[in-house]
């Protein structure tokens, strides 16, 4: 089973749209959890960080379910330039290497 | 805001030749990685360095492989001998180190094609 698993897409949702993307992970001790943006052939760029109680960032909402091991993330109002491949990231327990999905790519059309 | 800085963008080389890859962490930061990508893979973990050493290190991280600060600024990353696998974008990241979710601070990576 991989270590975190995501749904490569490609999601393809009008502007304005609300679109949600999950990712599960194997390992039950994994400590830390995010989620990155990155654009075609760039690097990964933090998006946000994913805490057990959930958090907002404007348009965007992640939550953490533990006991499913799964993470999920939100986006509202989806705009242009939100097009891009969303990675989910996780540390496993007692290292501070990030593990990576593959990533869940979202293409916004107008 | 200040960035993780990476260079060259670019390297073309053949294979079997040494390459040097060079970061600039983030000036405050303690916690420096290399990531590789492959062309239509997933974002893999390299190294990680601390206190000038390796704190840990992946199954890619073979004899090949070697990283270095050599001075108090630049994080290097050196392929003794490549080959064709090599081919990927290799990211440099630095983190402060400090709070329970730290953040790793991605370069632009540098795209190493070898042919």
């Known amino acids: 089973r991989k270590e975190v698993e995501q749904d490569p897409g490609p999601f393809n949702v009008p502007e304005g749209a609300t679109v949600a993307f999950n990712c599960t992970y194997s390992n039950s001790a994994s400590q830390s959890f995010f989620w990155y943006r990155q654009d075609c052939r760039k690097e990964p760029k933090l998006l946000m960080s994913v805490y057990s109680s959930g958090n907002e960032d404007g348009r965007f909402t992640a939550q953490l379910n533990r006991a499913s091991q799964y993470i999920s993330l939100l986006i509202r109002d989806s705009k242009l330039s939100d097009s891009a491949t969303y990675l989910c990231?996780?540390?496993?327990?007692?290292?501070?290497?990030?593990?990576f999905g593959s990533g869940t790519r979202l293409q916004v059309q107008p | 805001e200040p960035e993780v800085t990476q260079t060259p963008s670019h390297q073309v080389t053949q294979m079997g030749q040494e390459v040097i890859l060079r970061c600039v962490p983030i000036?405050?930061?303690?916690?420096f990685y290399w990531y590789r990508q492959i062309l239509g893979q997933k974002v893999e973990f390299l190294v990680s360095?601390?206190?000038?050493?390796?704190?840990?290190k992946s199954e890619i991280f073979d004899d090949q492989f070697s990283v270095e600060r050599p001075d108090g600024s630049n994080f290097t990353l050196k392929i003794r001998s490549t080959k064709l696998e090599d081919s990927a974008m290799y990211f440099c990241?630095?983190?402060?180190?400090?709070?329970?979710?730290?953040?790793?601070?991605f370069g632009p990576g540098t795209r190493l094609l070898v042919l």
């Open positions: 990241a630095s983190a402060s180190g400090t709070g329970n979710q730290e953040t790793q601070y």
């Open positions: 360095f601390y206190n000038n050493e390796i704190s840990e």
């Open positions: 000036s405050n930061h303690l916690y």
């Open positions: 990231v996780v540390n496993l327990p007692g290292r501070r290497a990030l593990t």
